[in-house]
């Protein structure tokens, strides 16, 4: 009854009503200091180092170069960078939204005795911060000598309260019905998991995927700490050892360097971005 | 527990919260099924964040550098930590940054999700993709493009100001402005995460119960009150409490931003945590800090679900 | 999404399969009688292509001992060093910021090399200025890579065009070819170019304070009591703070990097910096040159910049023993000059002419001023906290507040870490 409905209330087309222009427009201001910064990111690795800090400042280059690019190619092993990057953070990412939707679907589907006092502890486990816990984490990977691997940077993150408790929230939220019915039919628990719940949570995934892999790809401290040689660094933690003497940092490469860093994930939000319309397209007919 | 929103009901139960879960069953099977389910998660929670937690609450009763001899000092760390004036300071700093970061993240990204969530939005994909950007640059190089606007001698922002007369001075370096700059930049740089959140939340509410809202006459205001905000609980709960555990771990946009200055007005407990762990190798004062603020943290996120459970009985009255 | 889940599952066992396996490279060790060292350092730039050369040079100059480096930053360096030295992996060689030094030696972190300073014939060569830094309660935990005075490098074009001809000699010279090279075009009490770029916190080194603290015969601690509050510190901050407050010779509220931005945007004439300002301006298109702290008052002093590498105390004594063959190979003459000319900074050895370094102005230049250099803090354990109350002091004072006062909070500051165990 739904999808009919909708179709008569629906408007036609968006352009059609003023509200709509309203809304774009409020939106593209919003837009436009948000996006500032970025702007001055990008434009800024195009820049001759001599107009980086150059006064009177200006947004746009006045002398566009690649030279920025030139230099962090002929200084760091970029391609290897990269590589590692998708490595790590793909593999986090992989192996996070695995076991963490699993173990959601126990807190959020399966009533068993601890489950509340299960969840409050995992929660509690975000709380601690991990300046706190490097030192004997550390120890431990290292005691299984992982230290300057692969293992060391994904095995400890394959798991994350974070995302158990993300997606534990959501799966709260999908209808009872689907699953009764499907255990009704003497689905399996794992079956309902697999063709009930992950379906119909693919907004929720998607965006723990995107806020794992961001998270990961970016992060500095934990591939500078758990590895040693430059053939294991991944793009950002890489980009630190373009650093001068006394802190002094050329800003014209590191935001070239930013940049690259920067498109994947772009690119990897905007195919999400896609799927998202596309999985509520469907969720609304159902 | 149950929305009101008419003849929807029957389609649709409402979430639970987190202190109601309904039982499906009963027995030894269900909670080994769970344990299955949870058995690789737990296995990696256990080994890689309980066991190094257990490590540093045992730290934090002895006089320890992390790699030289350790010496028991009961509660001694927790008792120094409350006597030091810079820690006590920055216990009461990372309370104002909360306090602002929390709700304004919140605010802003609830608000920013109803926008770029609205059907009659053109382009909004694009426009969700654009907001979502700070989220994706790296913090180290967002603090170059913030210190290139903001700079009091070399900056954009000044430059631009100063042909309005307009003299915006060193916002990073004065005592008084210098944590709401930091905390204006923390939320540039997260809100697109929390928006998508709630888009993907926005999202997971049947159309219908608007439709259904609107025949019964219900107004924009009255449809966000009894429709958005009640199937919104869960995700908003989350947020919130994310965003806390966020902002009371305020690091590194502290660390790119202003180092803690000045005068240590914009000293936080992890920078405090940091500086005594890694810089003066007290591994016990660290710890017991960190075991201070994880109390704190979980003081706050239990009051934030009562309020969260609650606020869905108020909606659903 | 049957199909995809399965996919994932093999995906993550076949990784973490992999990734198992790909941790057993990380063996290294002592086999067949020779020893291999890790060594960490932070010299990220052309000095560290340099340093890394040497290190391969040492490894084809003889069979025993295979040095390998890992060049992270010095923050990098800070942040990685204590969990590794916990879990008993630390490299057995890492350089390190001087000042940083002591809190680790405190700890037992790093070997005493007295016994490699009394039989090693090239140890005996290193000037003893840089020696002081490795001392901590009067044991020797490292050995100098670099040691260099706090200078003044200037934009020479603002030079010529405010008709300086020579560079200042004394402090009240300085003040006023700073307040000449204040501009002040629009007269709206900002200048647009500032004679100075003075930093109030985190200034380079840590050493710029204490370098002017020095010329008037301050200091900030001597022999483990805190001296920051003396006549002649007061003296120096209101000297100088009133020169911002006042004269506006420098903006206020910039840290080290902030003011050689500005140095390197053109507008400011001078900043107090490393040897390597000369270079990062010239890429900024500025031509500037260097110059020695002008005299204060009592002394011609500057701070130095310091870079000690000590031994971790986890190596054997076989890697101590092969460390120390590195160092004496690292101070050989030929080395020694080699690193100087490739660092930019003075040889750290009295057995290098001055004449071999010649070759490069600015190092030459700074060799001449080596002298003068004062190392920051040595022995002190608790530097960080130390240099934290300098900082507070200097920032309250250009901030407008009474130096006198300001000096006298940060003093109690000091005084506490000093005594501090």
């Given at each position: 009854m739904t999808a009919a409905l909708a179709r008569t209330l629906r408007p036609r087309h968006p352009w059609a009503r003023p509200s709509s222009w309203i809304l774009f427009v409020l939106a593209l201001i919003g837009v436009a200091v948000v996006v500032l910064p970025i702007l001055i990111i990008v434009l800024t690795a195009f820049k001759p180092t001599a107009e980086v800090n150059a006064f009177p400042p200006s947004l746009l280059p006045k002398a566009w170069t690649l030279d920025n690019f030139a230099v962090i190619f002929q200084q760091l092993p970029f391609a290897r960078l990269i590589l590692n990057s998708f490595v790590f953070a793909g593999g986090v990412t992989l192996l996070a939204l695995l076991f963490d939707s699993l173990a959601a679907y126990a807190l959020a589907r399966i009533d068993f005795t601890g489950s509340r006092l299960l969840l409050v502890l995992i929660i509690a486990s975000l709380m601690i911060p991990f300046q706190a816990t490097l030192v004997p984490l550390y120890q431990l990977v290292a005691g299984f000598g992982w230290v300057n691997s692969f293992a060391a940077l994904i095995i400890p993150r394959a798991a994350d309260a974070f995302g158990i408790f993300f997606l534990r929230q959501f799966f709260l939220a999908l209808p009872r019905d689907l699953d009764n019915a499907a255990r009704i039919d003497g689905a399996s628990e794992f079956r309902i998991f697999r063709s009930v719940i992950l379906p119909n949570a693919l907004p929720a995934l998607l965006t723990l995927g995107v806020f794992t892999f961001v998270n990961n790809w970016n992060d500095l401290l934990w591939p500078l700490v758990f590895t040693n040689d430059q053939e294991m660094a991944t793009i950002t933690s890489g980009l630190t050892l373009l650093t001068g003497p006394s802190?002094?940092?050329?800003y014209g490469p590191l935001m070239a360097g930013a940049l690259i860093a920067l498109t994947p994930l772009a690119i990897l939000f905007v195919i999400v971005q896609r799927r998202f319309v596309a999985s509520i397209a469907t969720s609304g007919l159902k | 527990m149950t929305t009101q929103v008419g003849a929807v009901r029957r389609d649709y139960r409402a979430p639970r919260s987190l202190s109601d879960p309904r039982p499906l069953g009963r027995g030894l099977l269900r909670t080994l099924t769970a344990l299955c389910f949870l058995a690789p998660a737990l296995t990696i929670l256990i080994l890689f964040v309980a066991s190094p937690m257990l490590a540093a609450l045992r730290t934090s009763f002895f006089s320890s550098s992390g790699f030289g001899p350790e010496t028991f000092v009961g509660g001694a760390n927790y008792a120094r930590i409350f006597q030091d004036p810079l820690l006590v300071k920055a216990m009461g700093n990372t309370a104002i940054y909360a306090a602002l970061f929390t709700p304004v993240a919140v605010v802003v990204a609830l608000l920013v999700a109803l926008v770029v969530a609205d059907e009659r939005l053109p382009f909004r994909g694009l426009l969700r993709s654009a907001l979502f950007l700070p989220f994706i640059v790296s913090l180290a190089v967002a603090a170059f493009a913030w210190g290139f606007l903001l700079d009091p001698q070399l900056g954009l922002l000044n430059y631009w100001l100063r042909g309005l007369g307009i003299r915006l001075g060193n916002v990073l370096q004065d005592p008084v402005l210098a944590m709401p700059t930091v905390v204006l930049v923390a939320v540039w740089k997260s809100f697109g995460f929390y928006m998508v959140v709630f888009v993907a939340g926005l999202q997971d509410i049947p159309r219908s119960l608007y439709e259904a809202a609107r025949v019964d006459g219900a107004g924009a205001l009255r449809r966000f009150r009894s429709v958005t905000l009640p199937l919104l609980n869960n995700t908003l709960t989350f947020v919130v409490i994310f965003a806390l555990i966020a902002a009371l771990q305020a690091f590194d946009q502290i660390y790119v931003l202003t180092q803690g200055g000045p005068l240590h007005a914009t000293d936080t407990v992890v920078t405090e945590i940091y500086q005594s762990g890694f810089?003066?190798?007290?591994l016990g004062i660290a710890s017991a800090l960190s075991y201070v603020l994880l109390g704190a943290t979980l003081l706050l996120s239990l009051i934030q679900f009562a309020l969260g459970s609650r606020r869905e009985k108020d909606l659903a009255s | 999404m049957k199909r995809t889940v399965a996919a994932a599952l093999a995906l993550g066992v076949g990784l973490a399969a992999a990734l198992t396996g790909c941790a057993a490279s990380d063996a290294g060790g002592s086999g067949s009688g020779k020893t291999t060292l890790t060594f960490w350092h932070g010299y990220t730039a052309d000095d560290g292509k340099k340093l890394n050369k040497i290190i391969d040079e040492f490894n084809a100059s003889q069979s025993k001992v295979t040095v390998k480096y890992s060049v992270k930053t010095w923050q990098v360096i800070g942040d990685s060093l204590l969990p590794a030295l916990a879990a008993k992996k630390a490299p057995q060689i890492v350089a390190l910021p001087a000042e940083q030094l002591p809190v680790y030696a405190g700890k037992n972190a790093f070997a005493d090399l007295g016994d490699y300073y009394s039989s090693s014939s090239a140890a005996k060569s290193i000037k003893p200025e840089a020696v002081t830094m490795e001392e901590v309660g009067g044991k020797k935990y490292g050995v100098p890579t670099g040691f260099v005075p706090l200078s003044v490098v200037y934009n020479k074009k603002m030079f010529d065009a405010a008709g300086i001809t020579s560079f200042p000699k004394t402090w009240d010279e300085w003040l006023a070819a700073a307040k000449k090279l204040t501009v002040d075009e629009n007269g709206d009490g900002t200048p647009e170019q500032y004679g100075l770029a003075l930093p109030d916190r985190q200034t380079v080194g840590n050493g710029v304070w204490a370098s002017l603290f020095y010329g008037n015969g301050g200091a900030i601690e001597k022999n483990g009591k805190a001296v920051l509050d003396s006549a002649a510190n007061v003296e120096t901050l209101t000297y100088w703070a009133n020169a911002v407050t006042k004269d506006k010779i420098s903006p206020t509220g910039l840290d080290g990097i902030k003011s050689d931005n500005l140095f390197a945007s053109g507008k400011a004439a001078m900043e107090v910096g490393g040897p390597w300002m000369v270079a990062v301006a010239a890429g900024n298109k500025i031509d500037a040159g260097m110059a020695a702290i002008p005299a204060g008052p009592k002394a011609q002093a500057a701070s130095a910049i310091g870079v000690s590498m000590g031994i971790t105390s986890t190596a054997t004594a076989a890697e101590k023993k092969a460390a120390e063959t590195f160092f004496d190979y690292f101070y050989s003459k030929k080395v020694a000059a080699e690193w100087s000319l490739g660092s930019g900074w003075p040889p750290l050895t009295t057995n290098v002419a001055e004449s071999a370094v010649s070759s490069n102005p600015t190092v030459a230049t700074l060799t001449a001023l080596a002298d003068r250099a004062r190392p920051l803090l040595p022995g002190v354990i608790k530097s960080s906290d130390v240099l934290s109350a300098v900082d507070d002091a200097t920032q309250r004072a250009l901030g407008g507040e009474d130096p006198a006062a300001a000096l006298k909070a940060s003093q109690l500051l000091v005084q506490s870490a000093l005594s501090a165990k």
């Amino acid at each position: 009854m739904t999808a009919a409905l909708a179709r008569t209330l629906r408007p036609r087309h968006p352009w059609a009503r003023p509200s709509s222009w309203i809304l774009f427009v409020l939106a593209l201001i919003g837009v436009a200091v948000v996006v500032l910064p970025i702007l001055i990111i990008v434009l800024t690795a195009f820049k001759p180092t001599a107009e980086v800090n150059a006064f009177p400042p200006s947004l746009l280059p006045k002398a566009w170069t690649l030279d920025n690019f030139a230099v962090i190619f002929q200084q760091l092993p970029f391609a290897r960078l990269i590589l590692n990057s998708f490595v790590f953070a793909g593999g986090v990412t992989l192996l996070a939204l695995l076991f963490d939707s699993l173990a959601a679907y126990a807190l959020a589907r399966i009533d068993f005795t601890g489950s509340r006092l299960l969840l409050v502890l995992i929660i509690a486990s975000l709380m601690i911060p991990f300046q706190a816990t490097l030192v004997p984490l550390y120890q431990l990977v290292a005691g299984f000598g992982w230290v300057n691997s692969f293992a060391a940077l994904i095995i400890p993150r394959a798991a994350d309260a974070f995302g158990i408790f993300f997606l534990r929230q959501f799966f709260l939220a999908l209808p009872r019905d689907l699953d009764n019915a499907a255990r009704i039919d003497g689905a399996s628990e794992f079956r309902i998991f697999r063709s009930v719940i992950l379906p119909n949570a693919l907004p929720a995934l998607l965006t723990l995927g995107v806020f794992t892999f961001v998270n990961n790809w970016n992060d500095l401290l934990w591939p500078l700490v758990f590895t040693n040689d430059q053939e294991m660094a991944t793009i950002t933690s890489g980009l630190t050892l373009l650093t001068g003497p006394s802190g002094i940092v050329p800003y014209g490469p590191l935001m070239a360097g930013a940049l690259i860093a920067l498109t994947p994930l772009a690119i990897l939000f905007v195919i999400v971005q896609r799927r998202f319309v596309a999985s509520i397209a469907t969720s609304g007919l159902k | 527990m149950t929305t009101q929103v008419g003849a929807v009901r029957r389609d649709y139960r409402a979430p639970r919260s987190l202190s109601d879960p309904r039982p499906l069953g009963r027995g030894l099977l269900r909670t080994l099924t769970a344990l299955c389910f949870l058995a690789p998660a737990l296995t990696i929670l256990i080994l890689f964040v309980a066991s190094p937690m257990l490590a540093a609450l045992r730290t934090s009763f002895f006089s320890s550098s992390g790699f030289g001899p350790e010496t028991f000092v009961g509660g001694a760390n927790y008792a120094r930590i409350f006597q030091d004036p810079l820690l006590v300071k920055a216990m009461g700093n990372t309370a104002i940054y909360a306090a602002l970061f929390t709700p304004v993240a919140v605010v802003v990204a609830l608000l920013v999700a109803l926008v770029v969530a609205d059907e009659r939005l053109p382009f909004r994909g694009l426009l969700r993709s654009a907001l979502f950007l700070p989220f994706i640059v790296s913090l180290a190089v967002a603090a170059f493009a913030w210190g290139f606007l903001l700079d009091p001698q070399l900056g954009l922002l000044n430059y631009w100001l100063r042909g309005l007369g307009i003299r915006l001075g060193n916002v990073l370096q004065d005592p008084v402005l210098a944590m709401p700059t930091v905390v204006l930049v923390a939320v540039w740089k997260s809100f697109g995460f929390y928006m998508v959140v709630f888009v993907a939340g926005l999202q997971d509410i049947p159309r219908s119960l608007y439709e259904a809202a609107r025949v019964d006459g219900a107004g924009a205001l009255r449809r966000f009150r009894s429709v958005t905000l009640p199937l919104l609980n869960n995700t908003l709960t989350f947020v919130v409490i994310f965003a806390l555990i966020a902002a009371l771990q305020a690091f590194d946009q502290i660390y790119v931003l202003t180092q803690g200055g000045p005068l240590h007005a914009t000293d936080t407990v992890v920078t405090e945590i940091y500086q005594s762990g890694f810089k003066e190798l007290d591994l016990g004062i660290a710890s017991a800090l960190s075991y201070v603020l994880l109390g704190a943290t979980l003081l706050l996120s239990l009051i934030q679900f009562a309020l969260g459970s609650r606020r869905e009985k108020d909606l659903a009255s | 999404m049957k199909r995809t889940v399965a996919a994932a599952l093999a995906l993550g066992v076949g990784l973490a399969a992999a990734l198992t396996g790909c941790a057993a490279s990380d063996a290294g060790g002592s086999g067949s009688g020779k020893t291999t060292l890790t060594f960490w350092h932070g010299y990220t730039a052309d000095d560290g292509k340099k340093l890394n050369k040497i290190i391969d040079e040492f490894n084809a100059s003889q069979s025993k001992v295979t040095v390998k480096y890992s060049v992270k930053t010095w923050q990098v360096i800070g942040d990685s060093l204590l969990p590794a030295l916990a879990a008993k992996k630390a490299p057995q060689i890492v350089a390190l910021p001087a000042e940083q030094l002591p809190v680790y030696a405190g700890k037992n972190a790093f070997a005493d090399l007295g016994d490699y300073y009394s039989s090693s014939s090239a140890a005996k060569s290193i000037k003893p200025e840089a020696v002081t830094m490795e001392e901590v309660g009067g044991k020797k935990y490292g050995v100098p890579t670099g040691f260099v005075p706090l200078s003044v490098v200037y934009n020479k074009k603002m030079f010529d065009a405010a008709g300086i001809t020579s560079f200042p000699k004394t402090w009240d010279e300085w003040l006023a070819a700073a307040k000449k090279l204040t501009v002040d075009e629009n007269g709206d009490g900002t200048p647009e170019q500032y004679g100075l770029a003075l930093p109030d916190r985190q200034t380079v080194g840590n050493g710029v304070w204490a370098s002017l603290f020095y010329g008037n015969g301050g200091a900030i601690e001597k022999n483990g009591k805190a001296v920051l509050d003396s006549a002649a510190n007061v003296e120096t901050l209101t000297y100088w703070a009133n020169a911002v407050t006042k004269d506006k010779i420098s903006p206020t509220g910039l840290d080290g990097i902030k003011s050689d931005n500005l140095f390197a945007s053109g507008k400011a004439a001078m900043e107090v910096g490393g040897p390597w300002m000369v270079a990062v301006a010239a890429g900024n298109k500025i031509d500037a040159g260097m110059a020695a702290i002008p005299a204060g008052p009592k002394a011609q002093a500057a701070s130095a910049i310091g870079v000690s590498m000590g031994i971790t105390s986890t190596a054997t004594a076989a890697e101590k023993k092969a460390a120390e063959t590195f160092f004496d190979y690292f101070y050989s003459k030929k080395v020694a000059a080699e690193w100087s000319l490739g660092s930019g900074w003075p040889p750290l050895t009295t057995n290098v002419a001055e004449s071999a370094v010649s070759s490069n102005p600015t190092v030459a230049t700074l060799t001449a001023l080596a002298d003068r250099a004062r190392p920051l803090l040595p022995g002190v354990i608790k530097s960080s906290d130390v240099l934290s109350a300098v900082d507070d002091a200097t920032q309250r004072a250009l901030g407008g507040e009474d130096p006198a006062a300001a000096l006298k909070a940060s003093q109690l500051l000091v005084q506490s870490a000093l005594s501090a165990k």
